[in-house]
């Protein structure tokens, strides 16, 4: 579309001047409430992190307190819920990542018969309902006399977060420059020397992305984890069984604690980000 | 990156033991053990403690410090064992807990637990059972067992107690938040009363629910027929579309009634007590109540000689007395439930004379006159089963 | 590494096996299985034996149509207001966010970054019978006195729709960041309206991401059951509640698996009509 060439004309006529102007702030007014709507619940899981409840149930805000994020692992099973939380989000990120990455660079670099079936079998899992996937897995494992407990978990995560891999790094990957190997080859590097000193520098902040992505899916995954856990709990299947009871303020306390430590991330990758383009715009 | 190193040597933990199990499963069945569990449960081990005994119980279920936490009849069975409890509390209904471990099970998979908790007025204990998917007690690690109170020495789904022995009673009733509504004491008044519309939730055990309403309808829930479950069940459903009931419940409607998002709940005695909100009453209805008991079991593959030291520490009536009384100078909380072991309401009386001579946890023979135990064939119905988890589930 | 320069045609796919080849296992074959399984009778007590029973679909079917009439319905709606209520804001973040845009777009993701279940339980907190919001509701006669939010349609409905909301913002967003702005300017010179020029330019050009966001919203949406199990009533359940009891709780395998399937091939349909109409690179490419 960029093909069409229009002319740009400035021509400013003032009824639409003030159209404009009126736009603008009517929009800008909605998506401040917009954005009050998408972040109130976020508050609310916050400020109750801080909150001493009267007696078991931590509805009602009551007083003021830093325990709960000292005795963060106070609750009984929290700690390791986490630990097993992060222990599988760490594995699977990375698993899934290099196996999308890979796809993800045949899918951009080359052409190849079977494009429409690889790309079919990316997107299905992307549309496929959490709980039809969860279903099938454990109907697979418990046909296959899998355990259920660490790998099955594992095994879903990297399956689900592979698309997402992929995805994300396709999407980084579009303006990618094939010359530059080409020329690097050119150069006599042979393909694993250019992989190494061209190709993964110019993918790197695509990997990191997908990595990120990758984590925040698999860390929040409660439907797929609940069907192939076995007796194993990880943080959302925690805060599954806690609700049930009334979940304590350390379940508001690590949900804020991802919650920053995730925005922290995005902030310092969007910042990355901005600096590279301005860079690449004054070069 | 410390996290890196770490996550290798998970790895090459998790690897090891994870390539063994997907390699050789049907070895692993037919030894009944899986992975790095397996080790606890050779038999090289039998009559030595295993480090760690694995116990899955319900939420709000044993006695608790509310400065730390932490259990103290568990941080006492460690000093004096030196077995550490691995406590879990991951059990919130019979069914979804079943569900959860007969696939392992089923394949002669452990399922990494030495003892899990399961209802008798719910199918899935005597399923257990049958299955064969539960450890014989080692009766000569039990002595105490002496301690179990007569009704309970021969239910029908393990008449000499071979397998299973009594964590708790409780009774179901209603409860209500009096901020919200005056005193709710009768089945008709949760069900029919419009003005606790979308304020009340009913029991998801069928057992329970059913009691308490067949009781209503002046029917026998100990001898459930076609006609009684019906009237029943229709009972119920019409207070669902009418929608008077705003949602079926486990354990889970304790917070919303001490919310104020409910007024008044089909509850357990022991539940209500422990919330200890003042405004929450609790009581047997008007036409009766239901009585059940949790029973602990070792599913296959767990540590059996483990798991019957522990039983007969929590049958210790000292102990049997902390757990279930609490002990206020202390700041712990009991189970307040209705325990099964002789002798715990003495030890209670010295520790928690309130809780020792409260109805609902030590309850007299005219309140147990009062509360009933639902039929145990209408448990296996498979038609009642489908036709009553379709009505709670949607 | 030299046999590889020789057969270069063969690179691609060395690059593809692994990860397709997971996908292929733990993806496609349980999928096979399922649909085995969903063949299978009998029960937990006596077992699961393979019987071409083509009689679970039906009763699947006919059992519970409700459920799953309610949960497109439920799905349906929550995706139209995921849509009107992202637009506006993907169209400002787009044309007006200028160096803001990538914080902007943060801030859209930010609910992810806060666990589903216990954004949910937030929902359920802000909801609560006597909190604010259902005060001001009744004040306002939306809500009549001593009602509730909390166990109905409405609270699901809302629930669903806030869950999903950035996978229908992000990917119109990009289709809108994609619309040459000299486009607009011209259009707006031709139809002397920018309303008219956003109708007849803007919209059309943004349908892709509308589409994207249309299935990232929908399709999740029709499977999910936390929302109706947290904020709903018995009443509100949805095909996913049955389909997670039926596996986890009652163990009719079959049944479930029936119904799995059935969720999956209204959805696969959707899907390939999209596909075709909008090719599958596009609809992967808009996806994030």
Same mark, same amino acid.
Request: proline share 2%.
């Given at each position: 579309m960029t093909t069409l060439a229009v002319p740009a004309r400035a021509r400013a006529r003032g009824a639409a001047n003030v159209w404009a102007f009126v736009r603008r702030h009517v929009l800008a007014f909605y998506a401040a409430l917009f954005f009050l709507y998408l972040l109130l619940p976020i508050g609310v899981v916050i400020v109750f992190s801080f909150n001493q409840p009267v007696g078991k149930f931590n509805y009602t805000w009551h007083e003021f307190t830093f325990d709960n994020w000292r005795y963060w692992n106070g609750v009984p099973g929290i700690q390791s819920a986490i630990t097993l939380s992060l222990e599988i989000a760490a594995l699977a990120s990375v698993i899934a990542t290099a196996l999308g990455t890979l796809i993800a660079l045949a899918l951009v670099r080359y052409g190849f018969r079977g494009r429409g079936v690889t790309n079919l079998l990316i997107f299905l899992p992307l549309s496929t309902p959490e709980i039809v996937m969860g279903a099938?897995?454990?109907? %697979?494992? %418990?046909n296959l006399n899998f355990v259920f407990g660490f790998w099955t978990i594992l095994i879903a995560h990297v399956? +689900?977060?592979?698309?997402? =891999?992929?995805?994300?790094?396709?999407?980084? %990957?579009?303006?990618?420059?094939?010359?530059l190997e080409e020329a690097a080859m050119d150069l006599g590097a042979n393909e694993w020397v250019t992989f190494q000193k061209v190709t993964l520098p110019l993918?790197?902040? =695509?990997?990191? =992305? =997908?990595?990120?992505?990758? +984590?925040?899916?698999?860390?929040?995954?409660?439907?797929?984890?609940y069907f192939n856990s076995g007796s194993e709990v990880t943080f959302p299947l925690f805060v599954w069984g806690a609700a049930r009871i009334g979940a304590p303020p350390q379940v508001n306390v690590i949900g804020s604690a991802i919650f920053i430590i995730a925005l922290t991330a995005m902030l310092l990758n969007v910042a990355v980000q901005t600096r590279r383009t301005k860079g690449a715009v004054t070069e | 990156m410390t996290q890196?190193? &770490?996550?290798?040597?998970?790895?090459? $933990?998790?690897?090891?033991?994870g390539s063994a199990l997907l390699t050789v499963p049907g070895l692993l069945a037919a030894c009944g053990g899986s992975g790095s569990k397996s080790a606890a449960t050779s038999t090289g081990a039998k009559q030595q403690l295993a480090k760690t005994l694995h116990f899955s119980n319900w939420t709000l279920y044993i006695d608790v410090n509310n400065k730390t936490k932490a259990h103290p009849s568990l941080q006492e069975f460690q000093q004096k064992y030196g077995t550490h409890v691995d406590y879990v509390e991951d059990i919130n209904d019979n069914a979804s807990y079943f569900g959860k471990i007969q696939g392992a099970l089923s394949r002669g998979q452990s399922i990494g637990r030495d003892i899990v908790?399961?209802?008798?007025?719910? $199918?899935?204990?005597?399923?257990?059972i049958k299955k064969g998917w539960a450890e014989k007690l080692d009766k000569s690690a039990i002595p105490n067992i002496k301690n179990l109170v007569e009704v309970q020495r021969h239910p029908t789904f393990d008449p000499n107690r071979e397998y299973s022995l009594p964590w708790q009673s409780g009774m179901t009733g209603i409860a209500y938040n009096d901020t919200l509504t005056g005193p709710v004491l009768s089945v008709t008044d949760l069900l029919e009363n419009s003005k606790l519309k979308g304020k009340v939730t009913v029991l998801n055990s069928m057992g329970d629910a059913l009691t308490l309403v067949m009781l209503a309808n002046g029917d026998d829930p100990t001898k459930v027929t076609d006609k009684s479950f019906n009237a029943a069940f229709n009972r119920i459903k019409k207070a669902v579309d009418s929608k008077q009931i705003r949602q079926f419940t486990g354990n889970d409607y304790a917070p919303s009634l001490a919310k104020g998002d409910l007024a008044a709940a089909m509850s357990w005695s022991g539940d209500i007590a422990q919330i200890g909100n003042s405004h929450i009453h609790w009581s047997v209805p008007k036409d009766g109540g239901a009585l059940w008991t949790d029973n602990m079991l070792i599913p296959k593959g767990g540590n059996v000689y483990t798991a019957s030291v522990y039983m007969n520490y929590v049958y210790d009536p000292a102990v049997a007395g902390l757990m279930e009384a609490g002990d206020p100078k202390k700041n712990i909380t009991g189970i307040y439930y209705i325990p099964p072991v002789i002798g715990a309401k003495q030890a *209670?009386?010295?520790?928690?004379?309130?809780? *020792?001579?409260n109805q609902l946890i030590f309850p007299s023979a005219k309140t147990l006159s $009062?509360?009933?135990? &639902?039929?145990? *064939? *209408?448990?296996?119905?498979?038609?009642?089963?489908?036709?009553?988890?379709?009505?709670i589930s949607g | 590494m030299k046999w590889f320069h020789r057969h270069r045609g063969l690179m691609p796919y060395v690059m593809l096996a692994p990860g397709l080849a997971f996908l292929a296992v733990f993806f496609l074959v349980p999928l096979g299985f399922l649909a085995y399984q969903s063949l299978e009778s009998g029960n937990i007590d006596f077992g699961y034996a393979f019987t071409w029973s083509w009689g679970n679909y039906g009763s699947a079917f006919t059992d519970y149509r409700p459920e799953f009439v309610r949960s497109i319905e439920y799905a349906g709606i929550a995706t139209i207001l995921a849509l009107v209520l992202s637009y506006p804001v993907a169209y400002w973040i787009a044309f007006r966010g200028g160096r803001w845009k990538n914080l902007l777009l943060l801030m859209i993701v930010a609910p992810f970054f806060v666990t589903y279940l216990i954004r949910t339980l937030a929902w359920e907190t802000i909801l609560s019978d006597n909190g604010v919001v259902v005060r001001i509701l009744q004040h306002l006669h939306l809500v009549s006195p001593g009602g509730h939010v909390l166990a109905t349609g409405t609270a699901v409905i809302a629930g669903i729709t806030y869950n999903f909301l950035p996978f229908m913002a992000l990917p119109l967003y990009v289709s809108l960041e994609q619309i040459d702005h000299r486009l607009i300017e011209a259009a707006e010179d031709l139809y002397a309206s920018s309303w008219k020029a956003f109708l007849k330019v803007t919209v059309p050009l943004s349908l892709p991401g509308v589409v994207a966001g249309t299935l990232l919203t929908f399709i999740p949406a029709a499977g999910d059951f936390i929302n109706a199990q947290l904020l709903g009533a018995p009443q509100n359940h949805m095909i996913g509640n049955v389909i997670q009891s039926k596996f986890l709780e009652l163990t009719d395998y079959p049944a479930a698996a029936a119904m799995s399937?059935?969720?999956?091939?209204?959805?696969?349909?959707?899907?390939?009509?999209?596909?075709?109409?909008?090719g599958t690179e596009q609809l992967s490419g808009t996806a994030v």
């Open positions: 099938s897995l454990l109907t %697979l494992f %418990l399956m +689900f977060c592979i698309s997402f =891999a992929v995805v994300s790094v396709k999407a980084r %990957l579009i303006g990618f420059d094939r010359h993918i790197a902040p =695509a990997i990191l =992305a =997908a990595l990120l992505l990758c +984590f925040a899916v698999s860390v929040d995954d409660f439907v797929v984890t | 890196s190193q &770490f996550t290798r040597q998970e790895l090459l $933990r998790r690897g090891l033991a908790v399961l209802t008798d007025n719910d $199918r899935y204990l005597s399923l257990m *209670a009386l010295k520790l928690n004379p309130s809780v *020792a001579n $009062r509360v009933h135990l &639902f039929d145990s *064939a *209408a448990l296996n119905n498979q038609k009642y089963l489908t036709q009553w988890q379709n009505l | 399937f059935i969720l999956m091939g209204a959805i696969i349909v959707a899907v390939a009509a999209y596909a075709r109409a909008v």
